[in-house]
């Protein structure tokens, strides 16, 4: 139809015609873009606001995870407390009360800080979907925490793994205790060990000494990042709030 009239007026010579024609052409094709433009800046600030909303979700999990972590740490770290005491007192009863200790002192825990939504966003390149510039480089550094994180935590395993087994090889353990893990399994007497033998064994009491010192290094560790990933969910939750998403 625009075709046809441009025609016409060519062929009548009607200049201010084709002119007209040609700017009702132009205005029509930059509207369309800008339809079509407007309507992608839409989608893209849906998918951001998805995104904000999914990693709120999944850093309180790392937190909470984090937490439980730490909690677990300072149980050990409590029952090894009890247990020097019972070994420097003479007490057998009040180390046997520790002795859950022995078994999980050496334990190391590798968390997972890098949340899936974000892991998603790098591998299909869409970080840069954050309009925030600051939020986007501290969410575009998680990848390195984590990587730093289970560097450090492979260490550590990797120093606790002897001292984990020349201590294992000085208790016992009831199994009959924790069968029905479902109802806590473990009691003060699931870990039995020789009370003479052991505490007058200088190297082993070291050596236990040293696992609970790296047990709390763990706990430090894990509170500094607990408290990284924390501000950058506070950042998250206020780009959500800031936004209006």
Request: proline fraction near 2%; include cysteine.
């Amino acid at each position: 139809m625009i075709l046809q009239r441009i025609t016409r007026a060519i062929r009548e010579q009607n200049w201010f015609a084709v002119c007209l024609e040609f700017v009702i052409v132009i205005t029509g094709v930059v509207i369309g873009f800008q339809v079509t433009a407007l309507n992608e800046a839409r989608r893209e600030q849906h998918r951001e606001a998805e995104y904000l909303h999914q990693l709120d979700v999944e850093l309180t999990a790392i937190i909470d995870e984090l937490d439980h972590v730490n909690a677990a740490g300072d149980a050990y770290f409590n029952w090894i407390i009890v247990f020097f005491e019972g070994v420097e007192t003479g007490d057998p009863d009040r180390a046997q009360e520790g002795a859950w200790g022995l078994n999980a002192i050496t334990s190391v825990e590798i968390v997972n800080l890098e949340p899936a939504a974000l892991r998603e966003m790098i591998s299909a390149g869409e970080l840069t979907i954050i309009r925030n510039r600051s939020l986007r480089s501290e969410l575009a550094s998680i990848p390195q925490l984590q990587s730093s994180s289970h560097a450090t935590q492979e260490q550590r395993a990797s120093d606790l793994t002897p001292i984990a087994f020349e201590i294992s090889g000085h208790f016992e353990a009831r199994l009959e205790d924790v069968v029905n893990i479902s109802a806590g399994g473990n009691t003060n007497q699931t870990i039995q060990f020789d009370f003479d033998s052991v505490s007058q064994n200088e190297a082993l009491l070291r050596r236990i000494n040293y696992a609970a010192l790296q047990n709390r290094f763990q706990a430090a560790h894990f509170v500094r990042y607990r408290t990284e990933i924390d501000d950058i969910r506070e950042r998250v939750r206020d780009e959500i709030e800031t936004r209006g998403f």
